[in-house]
């Protein structure tokens, strides 16, 4: 059926049509997909084989808007990095109804039949504006009086916008009507739009309530001015303000001097900001639920409303729960295991709303695991229940190694935690020390000699402990000095003296080196066993000769001996030992000094022999040997008087005790002046 008045090939806008056959028992026709709230009109034709007669009288309607359709593609998910909210996501309905959505509600549950009672983190309503349907500024203004009615005056109002602010010309009247369409015309209580020739740069002080407000906004650059509606009350009015432009941030205040009048009591204005304008955003795709539970299933569903309500809903597909990756894991806590093997342990934290599955385990020679030689690990047997632990296998003895560990769910892994402390390393116990050697020093005293163990087992020996007993086995119910036991810190010693022993009774001997870890495998000393006898005195120190001011002659100088005879010190030795760590100490049987014993050997020093030579080796047979009495001086002197000007001689010292003249110390050569 063509179109009687088109030209051929053109089909008018919204145009349709249809053949119903004559021979239908009742003569009717269903039209479909038109829009609602659209008019539309039409006609009947008849038609037989000689062609269409007239066209009947026309006809209109208008299909009624309806409510909208069902939101499209609804999903309910994760947010990222919030276990107190999920996002859900929708489209549009296919149809809006006839007219424009506004809004849509989102509703929750922990149900899937929505029927639990609206709580906080149990189920809730969000409604999600559409930009159509803003929040529009409304504020209120207010007259009143604490006496009678206010019934004569005017006050003035300033709108305030963006930085600028403009008053109103004139002032409002008491009983300023609400709206322009109020306002009575031809007279001074007219506001006045109609008359361009005066109206707009004078107008008149008896406008309504809109005609002033319109004139602020629009001197503000905001066209589409407002509505207002006015109440009275008992002694004054209200006027409600909306300003239509979708804006925030307008203020209103009275200014000027009002001249507001009541029969008695004291007039006032009030003004009251009822609606902070808010302009939305897109009101489909991606939406969030706040304020859920970590952890609890939700279930949600869209319902799209228009001006004639709210349209069937539509329900995600799928639960979802909110959720993030767990929170650092707590009391990790490592310690060493072995030489070769560290040991960690820890404890869950907040699992963020979901099971935690597997915890990753990071090890690294460097705070930053970032080296080469960084090794992560994953542990997933969690069937044990916390505190979990991991041992760390095969690692380098005595390397410092940092750890740390995070847990993983659904959503990922957290954040590392460092253990604590921050570092360790793999170590045992050190190896026994090495070269230990039992010498006598005096009738009541050995000294026991050490060097470090072979193996430190990972971390440097602190201590040596030396302990003596006079059984074999050590293990003697005797107590000191016949059995003991020292802690030697290690950076000071690699000998020790023990005094106060019995004579000729055989004591034994053995040393332990000690690290972080404790203490290793003990060594006997070599001998295992000495006895305590007097022995010759050690060499005198501090021995120095030189030339003296007179041609031919030498001054020699030295002190008692500090090291006994068999030439191990009584003490110190170690990397941080000093010189008075080395000396013996008093009671070893012979001379006492202030501060230390002589290493006389365990009896007093008679006499110093002095010899010269004019040979290294002393065999010229014309050497000068003198002897000096010793006394309970530390400090002894001597000068050769008479000896050849400008000749080489060596000279050296030795003690001499009960038992014999100990060694001669270490010549030195002078030189005589001539």
């Not at 503000?220 to 006015?230: I, P």
């Not at 007097?534 to 001054?555: E, L, Q, T, Y």
């Not at 000007?645 to 003249?661: D, M």
Request: aromatic residues 8%.
């Amino acid at each position: 059926l063509a179109c009687q008045e088109c030209a051929k090939g053109e089909t008018p806008k919204a145009f349709g049509y249809a053949i119903v056959s004559a021979d239908a028992a009742e003569l009717e026709y269903e039209i479909s997909g038109l829009e609602t709230g659209t008019t539309y009109y039409v006609r009947v034709l008849a038609g037989n084989e000689q062609g269409y007669g007239s066209v009947s009288g026309v006809g209109s309607a208008t299909p009624p808007l309806q409510a909208p359709g069902t939101p499209q593609n609804v999903e309910l998910s994760v947010r990222d990095g919030d276990s107190s909210a999920l996002e859900i996501s929708f489209d549009a309905p296919t149809t809006d109804g006839g007219t424009e959505i506004k809004q849509y509600l989102v509703q929750y549950d922990v149900s899937s039949s929505f029927g639990s009672a609206t709580s906080a983190g149990v189920a809730g309503n969000m409604i999600v504006r559409c930009p159509n349907n803003p929040i529009l500024e409304t504020v209120t203004i207010e007259t009143s009086s604490s006496g009678t009615t206010v019934n004569a005056g005017s006050f003035q109002l300033s709108l305030t916008y963006n930085g600028q602010t403009r008053t109103v010309a004139h002032g409002i009247a008491f009983n300023a009507p609400a709206l322009t369409s109020e306002e009575v015309g031809g007279d001074d209580s007219v506001y006045c739009y109609t008359n361009p020739t005066w109206c707009l740069d004078s107008p008149n002080v008896r406008g309504s309530m809109q005609s002033h407000m319109n004139m602020l906004t629009r001197a503000l650059g905001l066209s589409e001015g407002v509505d207002v509606t006015r109440t009275a009350t008992a002694t004054g009015y209200v006027w409600t303000v909306t300003f239509l432009n979708k804006v925030s941030g307008l203020t209103i205040a009275a200014t000027g001097t009002p001249t507001l009048t009541a029969t008695s009591g004291t007039v006032s204005i009030g003004i009251n900001k009822l609606n902070t304008g808010t302009v939305y955003p897109q009101c489909t795709g991606t939406q969030v639920i706040n304020g859920l539970a970590q952890g609890q299933v939700y279930f949600a569903r869209v319902i799209a409303y228009n001006a004639i309500g709210y349209g069937p809903a539509a329900a995600a597909a799928t639960s979802a729960k909110p959720t993030r990756v767990p929170a650092p894991p707590v009391d990790v806590k490592l310690s060493v295991l072995s030489g070769t093997s560290l040991k960690l342990i820890w404890s869950p934290a907040d699992d963020g709303g979901d099971t935690i599955t597997s915890y990753l385990i990071e090890i690294d020679t460097t705070s930053s695991f970032n080296s080469a030689d960084k090794q992560s690990f994953v542990h997933s047997y969690l069937d044990g229940g916390a505190p979990f632990s991991k041992s760390l296998q095969n690692l380098l003895n005595g390397q410092v190694y940092f750890v740390r560990v995070a847990a993983r769910n659904s959503q990922g892994y957290g954040a590392f935690e460092s253990s604590s402390p921050v570092s360790a390393k793999p170590m045992t116990t050190p190896s026994s020390p090495s070269n230990v050697q039992l010498l006598i020093t005096s009738h009541k005293s050995l000294t026991v000699s050490f060097d470090a163990p072979a193996e430190d087992g990972g971390d440097a020996v602190s201590f040596y402990r030396v302990e003596w007993d006079i059984q074999p086995g050590f293990t003697s119910n005797h107590e000191s000095p016949f059995r003991g036991e020292v802690d030697l810190a290690a950076a000071i010693h690699r000998s020790y003296t023990i005094k106060n022993l019995q004579t000729n009774i055989a004591t034994y001997v053995r040393v332990t080196a000690r690290n972080a870890v404790g203490y290793g495998p003990s060594q006997t000393t070599t001998p295992v066993s000495r006895s305590p006898v007097v022995r010759r005195p050690g060499k005198p120190s501090n021995f120095a000769a030189v030339a003296g001011v007179a041609p031919g002659s030498i001054d020699i100088t030295f002190n008692a001996p500090r090291i006994p005879d068999h030439g191990t010190p009584c003490g110190g030795g170690g990397p941080s030992a000093t010189a008075s760590d080395a000396l013996c100490p008093i009671g070893l049987g012979g001379r006492d000094q202030a501060t230390f014993g002589e290493a006389d050997g365990g009896s007093d020093i008679t006499y110093y022999h002095i010899e010269i030579d004019l040979q290294s080796d002393f065999g010229s047979g014309t050497n000068t040997q003198v002897t000096l009495v010793a006394n309970d001086s530390d400090s002894f002197s001597y000068s050769f008087t008479g000896l050849a000007a400008g000749r080489l001689y060596f000279v050296r010292v030795a003690a001499e005790n009960v038992v014999g003249i100990g060694q001669f110390q270490t010549y030195q050569s002078v030189r005589t002046n001539t």
